[in-house]
Structure formats: C-alpha cells, structure tokens
Antibody
C-alpha cells in the first residue's frame, strides 16, 4: 500500500524549533520529488517547500525561506522539515505530499498525501 | 489572498452538473500544468485531475478538467451527496522567487 506518515508535530513556543518527519512506503521513494504543504485551521492549502528526487533542487515559499529547511534520506525513505524561529502564523496541519515527477520545479501534481501532523505555535 | 482565484462556493442538486473555475496568469496556469484536489471534511486532499485533464486511476469519469489560456475548470456531473467537499486547483508559478507551487483559495461544493 502506498503510504505517507507524518510525525513530529506538537505545541511549541514562538521562536523555538521543531522537526517534522515523513515516512514513505509502497513506492520507489528516490524516484520522486517530495513536498510539504500546510493548512492553517479553517484555511486553504499553502505550499511550504519541495525537494527533487536527488536533493539537487530545493525550493521554499517566501513565508518560510530562511527559517525552514527541507531534506530527505532516500536510504530511509524519509522526508524531513526542520522548522526554526517558529511564529504563530506557522500554526497549521502539515502534510507530506509526493510529486508525480522527479523534480519539484517540474511540478505536475501531488498524487499521494499523508494524513498530516499538527503544529501549534503558542506561548 | 491566493494567487489563483476560485469562487468561494458553488451548489447544485443531486444528479446535476457543476463547474468550478480557477483563474490565474501567464506565470502560472498559462504555462504550466493544472491539478485539482478534493478535500472531504476532516481528511487529507485527494488528487482528482492532473496535467489539466487527466484522471488518476480510480477517479470516476464524472470528474473532468480543462484549461484555456490562463484559466482552468473542474467539471463534476451526476452530483452525489458524497461529493460535498472543498475543491482546490494548483499549479507551478514561475513568478515567485525561484518558483513554487500555488493553490486557489478553495471552493466549497454543496449538494442541495
């Protein structure tokens, strides 16, 4: 079964850090680009970051650039998001999503989504 | 304010047809593939349409997609109560610094 399982969310104070993980199974992980997409409570979808199959190309939304770092470990079939200097506006459900292609900048669609992990930034 | 513009809500009766529009620009829809997602209440988004008009396996042909210029449209025929959900369009946008994926604000479909 093709599956993405996120973990690492929780309640964190403003200015602190959190690391999200996404475990992939059921497909050849190192063939595809991967992304993080978030959804604030009651709001729409917002792309956060993407990484190509070989980590050779990476991109970030302006709202997180310089604070978040995406990475992947193809040997472990895992995707990560290191989130530093967290702000209240980063509060959201964070989804891990698989791209149909291998390069995040040659984006066709997100064909597999995890169930999400909730990040709440509050004092 | 989303880069792609969708109507906040649409509604139709069971069995009827509905269309959801997604408007953008040459830096996004005009020169890139459009995808559509269905998000049922309390669940993760699900891919309905990719590459403007292609359906993944398992998606019924009641769902269709089209693109013309800088706009795209999702069509749903034979509406069912189970189609009540939020629908999002998405595409690549090259105007963002280094580029990025953009979504519409979402359209809530009500099946009356």
């Amino acid at each position: 079964e093709v599956q993405l399982v996120e973990s690492g969310g929780g309640l964190v104070q403003p200015g602190r850090s959190l690391r999200l993980s996404c475990a992939a199974s059921g497909f050849t992980f190192d063939d595809y680009a991967m992304h993080w997409v978030r959804q604030a409570p009651g709001k729409g979808l917002e792309w956060v970051s993407g990484i190509s199959w070989n980590s050779g190309s990476i991109g970030y939304a302006d709202s997180v650039k310089g604070r978040f770092t995406i990475s992947r470990d193809n040997a472990k079939n895992s995707l990560y998001l290191q989130m530093n200097s967290l702000r209240a506006e980063d509060t959201a459900l964070y989804y891990c999503a698989k791209d149909k292609g291998g390069y995040f900048y040659d984006h066709h669609a997100f064909d597999i989504w995890g169930q999400g992990t909730m990040v709440t930034v509050s004092s | 304010q989303s880069v792609l513009t969708q109507p906040p809500s649409v509604s139709a009766a069971p069995g009827q047809k509905v269309t959801i529009s997604c408007s953008g620009s040459s830096s996004n829809i005009g020169n890139n593939y459009v995808s559509w997602y269905q998000q049922l209440p309390g669940t993760a988004p699900k891919l309905l349409i990719y590459d403007n008009n292609k359906r993944p396996s398992g998606i019924p042909d009641r769902f269709s997609g089209s693109k013309s210029g800088t706009s795209a449209t999702l069509g749903i025929t034979g509406l069912q109560t189970g189609d009540e959900a939020d629908y999002y369009c998405g595409t690549w946008d090259s105007s963002l610094s280094a580029g990025g994926v953009v979504f519409g604000g979402g359209t809530k479909l009500t099946v009356l």
